[in-house]
């Protein structure tokens, strides 16, 4: 017998649920019922586009990520600014997004890393493979501050975005423990000040 065809719109809708609740419950802490509640289809459905839960994990890591390194590309592209101040005002963006809804909002690399991390290969391949995606973009953002001047060149580009990207997801974890945007305030800070080129501390 043939599945039934399935319905894109639908499909994008029960992963974006997936984001909010894996972001507020974890993987272990969400279970099916609260999915198909979430976002109003039948089991059925579900299992049309999803083998497992497992696989449903995975594919909502895929899309997170892919629905973030979207915005963070667009946001340094359609700044004015020089590249290092271009990032510093992504953050604050994010910042705000996450201010007026952090279920949506939080990367959930940070989140699930620690609690599905080393469950399995899939797991495993798809948090390591979208880290490295990360880093890559955040790489390239780093090339283009050295090679304006606006950014340290003392490091390699990727030395920098691995920093970064440890500092960030190290940023993201304190916003859920103290239920404060102010780590990310003070990353958003201190990585401006740290990364400017010796003897321009204060961005000009």
Same mark, same amino acid.
């Given at each position: 017998?043939?599945? /039934?065809?399935? @319905?894109? =719109?639908?499909?994008?809708?029960?992963?974006?649920?997936?984001?909010?609740?894996?972001?507020? @419950?974890? *993987? =272990?802490?969400?279970?099916?019922? $609260?999915?198909?509640?979430?976002?109003?289809? /039948?089991?059925? #459905? +579900? *299992?049309? !586009? +999803?083998?497992?839960?497992?696989? +449903?994990?995975?594919?909502?890591?895929? !899309? =997170?990520?892919?629905?973030?390194?979207?915005?963070?590309?667009?946001?340094?592209?359609?700044?004015?600014? @020089?590249?290092?101040?271009?990032?510093?005002?992504?953050? !604050?963006? %994010?910042?705000?997004?996450?201010?007026?809804?952090?279920?949506?909002?939080? #990367?959930?690399? /940070?989140?699930?890393?620690?609690?599905?991390?080393?469950?399995?290969? #899939? %797991?495993?391949?798809?948090?390591? *493979?979208?880290?490295?995606?990360i880093i890559d973009c955040i790489e390239e953002d780093f090339e283009k501050a050295q090679k304006t001047g606006c950014a340290r060149n003392d490091l390699p580009p990727r030395?920098?975005?691995?920093? +970064?990207?440890?500092?960030? $997801?190290?940023?993201?974890?304190?916003?859920?423990?103290?239920? #404060?945007? $102010?780590?990310?305030?003070?990353?958003?800070?201190?990585? *401006?000040?740290?990364?400017?080129?010796?003897?321009?501390?204060?961005?000009?």
């Open positions: 017998m043939n599945r /039934p065809k399935r @319905n894109e =719109h639908n499909r994008e809708k029960i992963l974006q649920a997936g984001v909010e609740l894996f972001n507020k @419950n974890g *993987y =272990h802490g969400t279970g099916l019922k $609260q999915i198909l509640d979430a976002c109003q289809v /039948p089991k059925g #459905s +579900f *299992y049309n !586009y +999803f083998e497992s839960k497992e696989q +449903f994990a995975v594919e909502v890591l895929a !899309y =997170h990520h892919q629905q973030e390194d979207e915005k963070w590309a667009s946001r340094i592209d359609e700044s004015e600014e @020089n590249q290092l101040e271009a990032m510093r005002k992504a953050i !604050y963006l %994010f910042i705000k997004d996450y201010e007026t809804d952090p279920e949506t909002a939080c #990367s959930l690399i /940070p989140t699930l890393m620690g609690e599905i991390g080393n469950a399995t290969d #899939s %797991f495993r391949e798809i948090i390591r *493979y979208s880290c490295e995606q030395q920098l975005a691995k920093m +970064f990207w440890d500092m960030w $997801q190290g940023a993201l974890l304190r916003c859920k423990v103290e239920a #404060s945007t $102010q780590p990310l305030r003070d990353l958003a800070e201190t990585c *401006y000040i740290l990364l400017q080129p010796p003897g321009r501390a204060d961005g000009k």
